[in-house]
């Protein structure tokens, strides 16, 4: 992996930072286990993110994201809509998710650049593409019908994968770039997965960062990974489920150079840590935002 | 190889016997790029996050279950039905319609019938838990109708309400589960139960034959003196009035308000 070099300047004529909370650009994931902890001792971050299939119907759950709504800013990060399948996406579930977006106005929406559903089946995991023109026309296909169904832009976040497919006509950067050309979308750059795809299939991480159309990052993710032996090798494995490593960290810092103050979430969805551990990290990637971005972050009112 | 052949061939592998993991066929593995790891410890991993985490999620639908047949026998029969019968949408909340009917037909659970009536309960529970919200009929909406005109009113049941009824001790066996004291309760009771939501927490409220045979008919639709004769016909001693004072105290049944057809 070669040392960061990036001198690009910040995108200060990002469009889509114009909703950035405006004091703090860092989020957690709000997570069950945070509900009472969160409304009882509101936690110094700046947004919150949750998977909005967690949302859909009623109750409890509900009913706390709405409390907490009224305190923080919200992004809805979906897990669901298989933007990567050659079947278009579910009406039910757009349906679902519109309503959710309509109750809490989040100020950014997003999916990922994987599959999920196939036939009858969703399984319910961030499945793998090839990355050729085929696979842009479908993904492209779906984000185009996700947007028009919600009347607003979404990002669409870079995978970890296990596989890599050998008919690939694009780097994966190359793909997400083509993807946001194409429809207009954002994109979602979670610094963990590129670090995780660099091990898993060998490449330069910090190439894939300045390969990236800058102006189009919307937002950042950071998360634990964990390196899981495997037939004699080690597959690295995108767990969220411990404080985020200090390589991706080193490339974080990398990408605030190149993208600016991009709000940045961090997202832990196994193994739950204290609220003062999540906060502790969230701390550490706003120290990184301030003291490595000028100038990038702009507010629509200023 | 097509995208849609891609797709359609890992979905397959994904929820094959983990041996075919191993041997994937030669068309299939040749999409896939080299490395030093081999493509079955690299499939493996979707697999464990596919199945393992379909099959953990569900699992925590059935506490109840969980402690009539153990850990181990539980999670077993989960993963099976999971592989035969995966989710169909991006949202797990609603999953696994088809449960009970799999514990029924399940050969290891043979010697307990009463297993897919409590796991129909424990559905119930877990869909009353993600039901839409809504609001409870306010009585005096009730009071202010003519005799004539609430004889032909459809009173709607809470959107979560589901009913049940079983020739096991559903009620008692929950009840045990929840508090395993002393002797397991007699397996053989006609049990009738409404599962639902009045705002937050989940209830499970015991019927009488007679409430839940009124309560079946007014969440089939029928209009409130239609199916308060049919409960008179089969059960003589039903007291209407103590049913309505009860049940409005409950909350059990919508607000007019929120279906258009009987606003």
Known sequence: MTAPSSTDPPSSSNPYLSDVPRDDPVGIGLRYPYYQEILERPPVVGWMEVHPENYFGGGIHRHFLTKIREQYPLSLHAVGLSLGSTAPVSDDHLKKFKELIDLTQPFIVSDHASWSASGNAHLNDLLPLPYTSETLDALCRNIERTQDFFGRQILVENPSTYVAFKNNTMTEYEFMNEAARRTGCGLLLDINNIYVQSRNHGFDAYEYIDGIDAARVGELHLAGHTERPAGGGVIVVDTHNRPVRDTVWDIYVHAVKRFGRVPTLIEWDQDFPSMETLVGEAAKARMILFEHSSGGFKHAAE | ?263
């Not at chain 2, 809504?134 to 009730?142: C, G, S």
């Not at chain 2, 979560?160 to 309760?185: H, Q």
């Not at chain 2, 705002?199 to 007014?218: I, K, M, N, R």
């Open chain 2, 1 to 263: 190889m097509r995208l849609n052949d891609i797709q359609e061939k890992f979905r397959d592998l994904m929820l094959d016997d983990p041996a075919a993991l191993e041997s994937v066929p030669d068309d299939f593995a040749a999409v896939f790029a080299e490395g030093d790891i081999a493509l079955a410890e690299r499939l493996k991993v979707y697999r464990s996050n596919i199945v393992g985490g379909i099959s953990d999620n569900f699992f925590k639908t059935f506490p109840l279950l969980e402690k009539l047949v153990g850990e181990d026998f539980l999670k077993q029969m989960i993963r099976a039905f999971v592989l035969a019968h995966p989710p169909s949408a991006g949202c797990l909340n609603a999953y696994g319609e088809g449960f009970p009917d799999f514990v029924r037909a399940y050969e290891p659970a043979q010697g307990l019938p009463y297993l897919p009536d409590m796991a129909a309960l424990e559905l119930a529970i877990n869909r009353a838990y993600y039901a839409p919200d809504d609001a409870a009929l306010n009585p005096q909406d009730l009071a202010a109708l003519s005799e004539t005109t609430l004889g032909e009113r459809i009173l709607r049941l809470r959107t979560s309400a589901v009913l049940i009824s079983s020739p096991f001790a559903l009620d008692a066996l929950r009840k045990f589960c929840l508090e395993p004291e002393g002797l397991p309760p007699p397996i053989q009771k006609p049990t009738f139960l409404m599962v639902y939501r009045p705002l937050l927490a989940v209830e499970t409220l015991a019927l009488a034959e007679d409430e839940y045979s009124f309560l079946l008919d007014l969440s089939d639709g029928a209009p409130l003196a239609e199916a308060a004769g049919r409960v008179f016909d089969n059960f003589a001693r039903f007291d209407l009035q103590n049913f309505m004072q009860k049940h409005l105290a409950l909350e059990t049944f919508r607000a007019f308000s929120v279906f258009a057809e009987n606003a």
